[in-house]
């Protein structure tokens, strides 16, 4: 038998845990385990079940899923897109020319005088796309697009408020 030094050796207490501490941690474990293998068996059974839902293929045609669903952008025409193309482009060279080190300050006003030009016509053609398909709904279509739009930024300006009032002034 091998001889341990004396603080290796061990004592009946410390060498055996106590028959209640091994049987809640078995517990714990079971407990842990059947959540593991629950949660696997019912993602084997319902996941199909979420792809049928979300990843259907619907028939074309009338009432199709296609034609229940509004696609603002389907109301846009070429010009709409350029409009939106340049406009980025023209906030995206404003941002560049601040970031240089040298202010070339006629330049920037240049670009913000042609981003403004921009930005207005752009919003001028989205307000009219907005208008088409407006007139293409039923009433009670444009109270649940036009709702849910109008929800949503009520949301997103309530959340942008309360942001501010979080926020020291220094920041």
């Given amino acids: 038998m091998a001889k341990f030094p004396c603080w290796m050796t061990p ?21 842990l385990n059947a959540g593991i293998v629950g949660g696997l068996v019912v993602m084997g059974l319902f996941r199909k079940q979420h792809d049928l ?3 259907q293929n ?23 897109k350029a409009l939106r193309d340049s406009f980025r482009v023209s906030k ?3 941002m560049r020319e601040l970031a240089k080190g040298k202010i070339n300050e006629t ?20 307000g009219e796309s907005t208008l088409r398909l407006r ?9 649940d697009y036009f ?7 009520d949301r997103f ?14 920041e």
Avoid: C, W
């Avoid at 330049?107 to 989205?126: F, K, V």
């Avoid at 007139?135 to 109270?143: D, G, I, L, V, Y």
């Avoid at 300006?157 to 020291?168: A, E, F, G, P, T």
């Fill in 107 to 126: 330049r920037i006003q240049g670009i913000i005088e042609r981003s403004i030009t921009l930005q207005s016509r752009l919003e001028r053609t989205l």
């Fill in 58 to 80: 619907f028939p074309e045609g009338p009432g199709s899923r296609e034609e229940a669903r509004f696609n603002p952008r389907d109301f846009e025409n070429e010009n709409t």
């Fill in 11 to 31: 004592t009946l207490p410390e060498a055996s845990m106590s028959k209640r501490l091994l049987s809640i941690f078995l517990l714990v474990s079971l407990a």
């Fill in 92 to 94: 995206r060279e404003l």
């Fill in 53 to 55: 839902h979300h990843y």
């Fill in 157 to 170: 300006i309530d959340r942008n408020q309360k942001d501010n009032l979080r926020r020291k002034p220094n």
């Fill in 135 to 143: 007139k293409s709904m039923t009433p009670q279509e444009a109270r």
């Fill in 147 to 153: 709702g849910r739009r109008a929800e949503r930024m």
